[in-house]
């Protein structure tokens, strides 16, 4: 079964249409950003496949460094006792990270892939990565491009890729984990904490995880029974990005000293440089952008279409932000940015000082 790379719906809605078709392939592999959602699929294909009771008999996890061909055929080839299938899941294999595994046959495993039994479910997962590790693996599906076992996955079975969520898809994910925290969530809260997680910034590499954790301390905070933005307000600090919007704010205004205030703040903050650097670059490329759609009389919805549906706050945001700004000026800040980058990738200039100086004349 090929590769399930064109469908608009995520993976985990992909995977539960497919249980119940009784259509769910023998042999996956799940990678991606969304950890949370890869984990709620396999729970899924667990309570399908997985009589009550009967996991420790019907379900195997073996260990990823020690797997060779003839252990998983001892694995998969074990019948099920009281359950549909026999659910056998390898997570982190060394050769589908690119990675040496000891006295590895490749040839043996995509053989024996080729051939399994039609009592088992095999499911192959892969961690979280670095987006920078992830652009480069999109291509080819999360594993080594000349990896045959990954291509016999692909012919024998499927791939899924667990990629951030959509706006809507969140909004209902962060409703119905609400919901399992006797709590209900208004408008108002819901979108402040999307805006103040990150979860859709540009450069983000969260997944659920990270929301749920701030939704549990927002519920904890609540007094009633539904979440308000001042549960939110006090509970969820700003994402980075966010940040940034206040010291993009700030040059707009005029307000230098603010910006480099904040800029320090930042810099203090910030695990990486260079992500910092890419951000505030990104929002003013994205600021020019929606100015020059703006003077061509485009609606907002229209821009945010051009803009891959880019969220309504995130778009909002950017649109405040870009009206302290002309063209020319957003152009000009943008050129700069770029200068800074290769400034300081070339030894030009310190860091911190090269953001200063790109402070003082924007």
Known sequence: ??????????????????????????????????????????????????????????LSRPDPLTLTPASLQEQCETLPLLSRKRLVIVQ?????????????????????????????????????????QNEKKKEDGGGRKSSALLKTIKSCGAVYEFGAMSAPELRDAVRARA???????????????IARSGY???????????????????????????????????????????NVFRL?????????????????????????FYKLLAIICGQYEDMLRIREMQEEDLSAQEIRSRLNNMHEYRYRRLSESAAAYTPQQLRAALLRC??????????????????ELFIASV
């Open 1 to 58: 079964m090929a590769a399930k790379q064109g469908s608009s719906e995520h993976a985990y809605k992909q995977i539960q249409q497919a249980l119940k078709a009784d259509a769910l392939p023998s042999l996956l592999y799940f990678h991606g950003r969304e950890q949370y959602l890869l984990r709620f699929a396999l729970q899924c294909i667990e309570k399908a496949y997985i009589a009550p009771g009967c996991d420790a008999m019907d």
């Open 200 to 242: 859709l910034d540009r450069e983000s590499t969260l997944d659920f995880f990270s929301i749920a954790g701030e939704l549990e301390k927002a519920a904890a905070h609540a007094a009633g029974d539904e979440i308000l933005q001042e549960d939110v307000d006090a509970t969820v600090s700003d994402s980075l990005e966010s």
């Open 179 to 193: 919901r399992r925290l006797g709590k209900g969530i208004r408008s108002s809260a819901l979108e402040a904490l």
């Open 338 to 355: 770029c200068r800074i980058d290769r400034s300081i990738k070339s030894g030009l200039l310190p860091q911190e000082l090269a953001m």
């Open 92 to 132: 982190d294999f060394p050769p589908l990270l690119g990675r040496p595994l000891k006295n590895y046959d490749e040839s043996a495993f995509c053989a024996y892939l080729k051939d399994l039994p039609d009592s088992v479910c095999l499911i192959f997962t892969r961690g979280p990565e670095e987006k920078e």
């Open 248 to 272: 993009t704010d700030a040059l707009g205004a005029g307000r230098r000293e603010s910006a480099l205030r904040l800029l320090h703040e930042l810099l203090r903050g910030s695990e990486n």
